[in-house]
């Protein structure tokens, strides 16, 4: 079955604050979506709500996937049903090992009794760091600990590929990636579109959609998706900045939530 | 059999001297030191009053069998030596030791590993040289009952330059509860020797009304150049105390790297000091720990830089659950003349219960203007951006908390320098950690 995720009247707030005004978005299996938008806009915030960061509290809307109900589930319930964050600012964990993070993320999808083998987990981690242009000794540090920006940007996208999500939302992944590092990123984001697998890409800037196609782009202000066009939006965007946007649609400050 | 020895003093000492034929000396040393210890007070550990603890059940004199092969050894004790390879190995058990290997080669190169017993008897001028010289007896009422009472106990000497590459393991085992237990360590690391000595500490005591006192003692000195890496796991049943003073000397250039998992089950004071004398000496001191039950527990680390360009590094962490309580005191003192030193420590505990207690106590004690001195310290439940992240990836929260808490001792565990222990560290982390 085709991937469907749906997201409707989404609204979520932060420490009583509301961010999400009332999202709806539809993305189906093999569409590359994205979202751009100022800062402050309430993108990050969509990313995370989705996730079910417990900071963030949904107060109305819905959202599945392939018909399931998405808010009830726990995060790493959403996880196992085939969502994945790639994100902004992954943690450090001292003395969890990215191999022994990995294979317990794979394993945990995978379910008691059909856990993977030890070799084909190394060769299928070695592959991908090997296609992410990783150092393979990454396998065996702590996770993130001490792995600079770009490090830390290429292992969100080498546990995409490994855990082969249906819905990936990447969340400011172009943040901080020189230019190589971002073709690298973009390659394996690539590598992973498929008929089966929809993308949701969070940016405020236009050169991550030169090396990744979107098929939609969405402007997001004040908490809203205010416009939505095909590639041609983000082009404009790159060469105009977004003051015509608020210009037509009567907006003077896109933020929202902001103190 | 009598009863357990609970008062004592210089007739107890020396009788106890004489049942083992020691020489004069040595029954005169163990008199006075009993005699001590009727006159000298308790260490008061920082914040953690001694009041309840069961301190004055010295138990009696329980020799285990000895062997003259591994096989030979019980069962219980053979379950816990991580390899069984021809490696050296010295193992005690209750109050005497009962078996040591050292191979030919290891021999012919003028390595000593005995008893230390045996060390008093047939090694006397460095045994007088070295033993209880940086643990003095007159410390505090601890010591002088350890330098009165102390059985089996280890010696290890590595001569000059001799390089060893294998691990020498000690195992140090106790399943009798009346037994007197106070093992001693004597590392003496000529110029320029480097080894590693993994020492394990444990017990099988069973239902007991009795209460074990592991009194115990570890001694290092490492001459100029010397590298010694001292891991020890100790892990005794909740009814047993563990005292563990350890002590390390650095002449010029030494090394040494500790390597603790303070893991005991019930209460316990451990002290673990790099004395850095010589100039261009280092320590590395690691220890990890895990409080379960009631247990109380009094964890300190201390650096005293006396060199020039001395560098001390000490990490303490610890994982505090249920109603245990930590007092983790770490002191860095650099004494006037140690320019260049460099001083620093770091204290984490982890808290998985409202109800346990850590308290990371890091002190600086700096007497001298040209050097670099610091310290961290935090005491924390577990990081729920950490779970998030975890769980994130499809990891459940148990799951997602286990790795955290695992990882958290990590850094310790994985540089524990034999494979077996650590895999057998593992077991009881996931013992504790439940």
């Known amino acids: 079955m085709s991937t469907q995720f749906e997201i409707q009247g989404l609204k979520s707030s932060i420490e009583g604050k509301e961010i999400l005004k009332g999202i709806d978005l539809q993305i189906k299996g093999g569409e590359v979506h994205a979202i751009m938008g100022p800062n402050g806009t309430g993108k990050s915030t969509l990313a995370s709500a989705l996730m079910g960061h417990p900071k963030y509290e949904v107060t109305d809307g819905s959202v599945t996937l392939n018909g399931e109900d998405v808010l009830e589930m726990g995060v790493d319930e959403r996880a196992r049903a085939g969502l994945f964050l790639a994100m902004q600012y992954p943690s450090e964990i001292t003395g969890v090992t990215n191999a022994d993070f990995l294979r317990s993320a794979i394993n945990a999808r995978r379910g008691e009794g059909n856990e993977i083998s030890l070799i084909k987990f190394v060769r299928q981690m070695e592959g991908k760091m090997k296609e992410l242009e990783m150092n393979p000794e990454f396998m065996h540090r702590y996770l993130n600990e001490g792995f600079s920006g770009g490090e830390k940007k290429r292992n969100e996208i080498l546990q995409m590929m490994l855990l082969e999500p249906k819905l990936v939302i990447l969340d400011e992944i172009d943040s901080g990636l020189d230019i190589d590092a971002l073709r690298i990123v973009a390659e394996g984001v690539n590598a992973m579109r498929s008929e089966d697998r929809g993308f949701l890409i969070i940016t405020h800037y236009q050169r991550l959609l030169n090396y990744i196609t979107p098929d939609f782009v969405h402007v997001m202000m004040q908490g809203r998706i205010v416009k939505s066009g095909g590639p041609e939006l983000a082009h404009r965007l790159e060469a105009e900045g977004y003051d015509w946007v608020k210009e037509e649609l009567g907006i003077v400050d896109e933020t929202v939530g902001q103190a | ?434």
């Open chain 2, 1 to 434: 059999m009598s009863t357990p020895t609970t008062s004592f003093g210089r007739e107890a000492a020396a009788a106890i001297s004489r049942s083992k034929n020691e020489p004069a000396w040595l029954v005169a040393s163990r008199e006075e030191a009993g005699q001590l210890a009727t006159e000298i007070n308790l260490p008061k550990p920082e914040k953690l009053p001694l009041t309840r603890w069961t301190l004055d059940q010295y138990g009696t004199n329980r020799p285990g069998q000895n062997v003259s092969s591994i096989s030979d050894l019980p069962a219980v004790i053979t379950a816990l030596l991580p390899e069984q390879s021809g490696g050296a190995l010295i193992v005690q058990h209750n109050s005497s030791v009962v078996f040591t290997q050292l191979s030919e080669e290891l021999k012919a190169q003028g390595v000593i590993l005995t008893s230390l017993e045996d060390a008093a008897r047939n090694h006397e001028e460095l045994f007088r040289k070295y033993f209880m010289t940086d643990y003095a007896k007159e410390e505090h009422k601890l010591a002088a009952v350890h330098a009165a009472l102390w059985n089996g106990g280890v010696f290890l000497y590595v001569p000059r330059n001799v390089v060893i590459d294998a691990p020498i393991q000690a195992l140090l085992f106790a399943d009798d509860a009346e037994a007197t237990f106070m093992p001693h360590v004597l590392v003496v690391a000529e110029t320029n020797s480097r080894f590693s000595f993994v020492e394990q500490v444990a017990s099988n005591l069973g239902e007991t009304s009795a209460t074990l006192l592991h009194n115990s003692a570890v001694e290092v000195f490492a001459k100029a150049g010397s590298f010694v890496q001292y891991a020890a796991v100790h892990q005794l049943d909740a009814s047993a105390i563990d005292i563990s003073y350890r002590r390390a000397v650095l002449d010029n250039d030494a090394r040494i790297e500790w390597i603790i998992g303070d893991l005991h089950n019930g209460n316990s004071i451990t002290d673990t000091k790099s004395v850095l004398k010589g100039n261009g000496s280092t320590s590395d001191s690691k220890i990890i720990s895990i409080g379960t039950g009631s247990q109380r527990m009094s964890l300190t680390t201390q650096a005293v830089h006396f060199g020039r360009s001395t560098e001390s590094d000490m990490i303490t962490r610890a994982v505090m659950k249920e109603e245990a309580t930590a007092i983790i005191n770490g002191i860095t003192k650099i004494e006037k003349g140690a320019t260049k030193a460099n001083g620093q420590q770091t204290e984490k505990v982890l808290m998985l219960s409202p109800k346990a207690r850590g308290d990371a106590n890091p002190i600086l004690l700096i007497d001298e203007d040209d050097v670099k001195a610091g310290h961290a310290a935090s005491v924390g439940q577990v990081n729920a951006d950490q779970v998030y992240y975890l769980m994130s990836r499809g990891i459940s929260r148990k799951e997602a908390e286990r790795l955290i808490i695992h990882g958290f001792l990590d850094p310790v565990v994985s540089e524990i320098p034999l494979e077996g222990l650590r895999e057998q560290l593992h077991r009881i982390l996931e013992r504790k950690l439940g």
